[in-house]
Nanobody, 127 residues
């Protein structure tokens, strides 16, 4: 089992950057692919990006390609989401999630693949 705690959200203007962090508890961090999802008011939760267990592979939603970057620090048990060129459409609660069941090499974009979720952190982008 793993516990996830997100941080780094906030209120920014369009074009600004933010870096989200997700700290994972336990000694099995390397056994999980990690993903970021987001949910805007009145909308369903959507996939943003994921990274494989060893960090060698990533999977990005088209809407964030070229603007967002995911990375993980094995020594710190932390996954990061660097968000650049933010848009008002990026406004949402961002959730970190951990997946141990599906492919260790190609991280899943399906929320059903992820067994563990953080509490979320709010990102608000003003125009």
């Amino acid at each position: 089992q793993v516990q996830l705690v997100e941080s780094g959200g906030g209120l920014v203007q369009a074009g600004d950057s933010l870096r989200l962090s997700c700290a994972a508890s336990g000694r099995t961090f390397g056994q999980y692919s990690m993903g970021w999802f987001r949910q805007a008011p009145g909308k369903e939760r959507e996939f943003v990006v994921a990274i494989s267990r060893n960090g060698g592979n990533t999977n990005y939603a088209d809407s964030v390609k070229g603007r967002f970057t995911i990375s993980r620090d094995m020594a710190k048990n932390t996954v990061y989401l660097q968000m650049n060129s933010l848009k008002p459409d990026d406004t949402a609660v961002y959730y970190c999630a951990a997946d141990r069941r599906t492919s260790p090499y190609y991280p899943s974009s399906a929320s059903a693949s992820y067994d563990y979720w953080g509490q979320g952190t709010q990102v608000t982008v003003s125009s």
